[in-house]
């Protein structure tokens, strides 16, 4: 896998009295797509939450390039590099989309250089500047999602973390999708992507984790499970 960004230890996480992660790890390699796979329910969302801090870790450790991140507020782990582009886009409606990707800019080291995320978000998404002044709950549900996108990288990130991106889509703006997000990774970004979509996930991720009721149940380079025969049954069809 190379070198780690992100190392996640036994964690276990959920919510109230309710466990939903029982002793999850995983490791994000530096500028490489990880994917993270399960059917609903398997735990990915909970994951995604307490990787950015809205779901508290019971036990276990969180690590982005060797420092513990465990006991950090969420507003730290953004300042750090994290950023989290949520399942359903969640996008502000009634606001432009230039004011939607300015809000994802707040964070103090993406201020100073606001003008320029906007330049680069738009040059990544070329609709988005046409919509620059379009209020965010008219655009198609593709441009939302590329705006949701937008916002994450506003904040200048060193490791985005995508849940269900094309959650929704039609399957020709979903595969539209998954190109821009393989852009974005060769652009040196490191990405953790949680999907349903096992196939497409599989041809663009250098590495998978499978989630099964909360755990992880297998793990290795993409090309192996794509070729694994429980995968191709279980989660191909094949």
């Given at each position: 896998m190379g070198k780690s960004l992100l190392s996640v230890r036994e964690l276990r996480a959920g919510y109230g009295a309710v466990t939903v992660l029982k002793g999850v790890s995983l490791e994000v390699g530096e500028g490489t797509i990880t994917a993270l796979l399960g059917a609903n329910g398997a735990g990915k969302t909970t994951l995604m939450r307490a990787l950015v801090g809205l779901v508290p870790a019971e036990s276990g450790s969180i690590e982005l390039a060797g420092e513990d991140m465990t006991p950090w507020a969420s507003s730290r782990r953004v300042e750090a590099g994290v950023a989290l582009v949520p399942e359903g886009r969640l996008v502000f409606p009634d606001l432009t989309v230039e004011e939607n990707l300015r809000i994802g800019g707040y964070v103090r080291h993406a201020r100073r250089r606001l003008a320029a995320g906007l330049a680069e978000?738009?040059?990544?998404?070329?609709?988005?500047?046409?919509?620059?002044?379009?209020?965010?709950?008219?655009?198609?549900?593709?441009?939302?999602?590329?705006?949701?996108?937008?916002?994450?990288?506003?904040?200048?990130?060193?490791?985005?973390?995508?849940?269900?991106?094309?959650?929704?889509?039609?399957?020709?703006?979903?595969?539209?999708?998954?190109?821009?997000?393989?852009?974005?990774?060769?652009?040196?970004?490191?990405?953790?992507?949680?999907?349903?979509?096992?196939?497409?996930?599989?041809?663009?991720?250098?590495?998978?984790?499978?989630?099964?009721?909360?755990?992880?149940?297998?793990?290795?380079?993409?090309?192996?499970?794509?070729?694994?025969?429980?995968?191709?049954?279980?989660?191909?069809?094949?």
């Open positions: 978000v738009f040059d990544h998404f070329p609709i988005l500047k046409e919509r620059r002044r379009q209020r965010a709950g008219t655009l198609s549900g593709g441009e939302q999602q590329m705006l949701a996108i937008g916002r994450g990288l506003m904040a200048r990130p060193r490791l985005l973390l995508l849940d269900e991106p094309s959650l929704g889509l039609a399957p020709k703006m979903a595969q539209t999708m998954f190109a821009l997000i393989a852009g974005l990774n060769r652009s040196g970004l490191s990405i953790l992507l949680a999907e349903q979509d096992v196939a497409t996930s599989l041809r663009i991720a250098a590495h998978a984790y499978v989630l099964e009721n909360g755990s992880r149940v297998m793990e290795g380079p993409a090309a192996a499970l794509r070729a694994d025969p429980r995968i191709r049954a279980s989660y191909l069809g094949l």
